[in-house]
């Protein structure tokens, strides 16, 4: 998770990139000049870098093809396609977002509808393409929500005069509400700094709020009007936003005013290191979880819970479930090239190696057919998520961020709501950013 890719105005690469090249192994180039063709990827999620240059090293070992990944800094994925597509060595395979990223780069879509991974999804419906051409496969699925630490909660749960007795009793935001402020007021007695971990809203980093947690609100204005996409928003359902956002500011590890300085890593640190008992992140956290030096928390106690701020129906709502992570191969490549790609993902997909990287080291819920029960992945996290998609009781919220109508959109709400948190700007103005915002980007 996340983060999220959709349309803004290009901006010079050397801002944008976080440039790693994979290494392309003996024999790479022959292979290119032989006619197989070569890859490259353009990644938007830094913290899957490392692993992602893995992957490309050993797809050219086993086969001879020049794979090159390279990963957009964080929160830049459009500018730097942008940058990219207009260079004589642009990205093969690259990511679309949804809806409004198909619509943003179908010139450079190529049709997908005969190639294997696409016949291989458990749900061709989560494709995304018009005309009955497929334009953007799904590669993962992935659910967020609020992650918490059970040893923690235990604790807190014990106390004789705790707001409640188990997690059971948490299911709306009024209970919700009533244990944090209590257990902030405990803080001291649980050893924690804050129930939340920090809120990041630092530039670029500000994604969990004016994407995840904004795919609440648009999501039941959209639900409330039978619709899947609007071209105007009464942000109907921001008081609710403000009730979760509010708890999550004022019962945290740092003053709110500290907010806009502070880096995804930073919040997931702190819930790592024990100092926080709750963050709102999804299940691609686990890693940055359980790789922070000293964590503290054990795999058995990373549990989720569904984001509640007052939404309707909360005790039957369940996390957010979906996936803003769609390959798309690009139709101005080489035919070679084209071909290079698609190969690349079958591989990803079907192989041995590739299943195990894609579940075993970046942690994804694959949604194709290759993989079986025994193949799927294990960090607690991920089990979470795969709980939440089987409970017939719960409704898992959809991800209409993918309809979100810009980046630009995302980054004027950020900024809204980094400055409402330092005391600089009223609610009212924040609720009417968001809506002037999302109607001039839909026109757009």
């Given amino acids: 998770m996340k983060s999220t890719i959709t349309k803004i105005a290009a901006l010079g690469a050397a801002a944008a990139l976080a440039l790693t090249l994979g290494a ?20 938007f999620k830094p913290e899957q870098d490392e692993i992602w240059q893995k992957v490309a090293k050993a797809y050219t070992k086993e ?62 419906k989560m494709a995304v393409g018009e005309d009955g051409k497929v334009y953007g496969v799904p590669y993962v699925e992935e659910g967020y929500g609020i992650i918490y630490n059970k040893a923690i909660m235990d604790k807190y749960f014990a106390m004789p005069d705790a707001k409640a007795k188990s997690m059971d009793d948490i299911k709306g935001f009024d209970t919700l509400k009533s244990v944090v402020e209590d257990m902030q ?29 904004a795919d609440l609100p648009v999501h039941f204005e959209y639900a409330d009007n039978n619709k899947t996409d609007m071209p105007k928003l009464d942000f109907k359902y921001n008081k609710e936003f403000k009730n979760i956002f509010d708890l999550y500011l004022k019962n945290s590890t740092i003053d709110p005013k500290l907010a806009s300085s502070k880096a995804v890593t930073d919040s997931m640190a702190e819930f790592a290191l024990g100092k926080a008992a709750m963050v709102q992140n999804g299940n691609w956290a686990y890693g940055q979880i359980s ?55 079958n591989w990803l ?68 709501l980094a400055q409402y948190a330092a005391g600089q700007m009223d609610w009212d103005k924040v609720v009417d950013l968001f809506k002037k915002s999302w109607e001039a980007e839909k026109q757009s």
């Avoid at 292979?31 to 490259?40: H, I, M, S, W």
């Avoid at 964080?74 to 619509?103: C, H, R, W």
């Avoid at 922070?292 to 058995?300: A, L, R």
């Fill in 24 to 43: 392309c192994g003996g024999g790479g180039n022959n292979a290119a000049d032989n006619g197989k063709g070569k890859v490259y990827y353009l990644s």
């Fill in 185 to 213: 007021a405990k803080k001291g007695d649980l050893g924690i700094d804050g129930v939340f971990a920090s809120t990041s809203l630092k530039p670029g980093e500000d994604w969990r709020w004016q994407t995840h947690l």
């Fill in 63 to 124: 086969t001879g093809v020049p794979v090159k990944v390279v990963t957009a800094a964080s929160g830049t994925y459009e500018q730097t396609l942008k940058a990219e597509v207009a260079k004589k060595d642009a990205p093969t395979l690259f990511q679309i977002n949804g809806p409004v990223g198909m619509q943003s780069w179908k010139d450079y879509t190529a049709d997908l509808s005969n190639t294997d991974f696409y016949k291989h999804l458990l749900d061709k």
């Fill in 291 to 345: 790789e922070v030096d000293g964590n503290t928390v054990k795999p058995e106690d990373v549990k989720m819970m569904p984001i509640y701020g007052g939404f309707p129906n909360e005790a039957k709502q369940g996390i957010n479930i979906g996936t803003e992570n769609f390959f798309s191969i690009n139709s101005k490549a080489s035919e070679a090239d084209q071909k290079a790609s698609i190969d690349f993902v």
């Fill in 349 to 416: 997909i079907s192989s041995d190696a590739g299943k195990k990287f894609m579940v075993g080291e970046l942690g994804f819920i694959p949604p194709f057919d290759t993989f079986t029960e025994s193949e799927q992945p294990s960090d607690p996290l991920a089990k979470e998520v795969v709980s939440y998609m089987s409970n017939k009781d719960l409704v898992s919220v959809p991800w209409e961020f993918t309809t979100f109508p810009s980046q630009q959109f995302k980054d004027d709400f950020g900024q809204a």
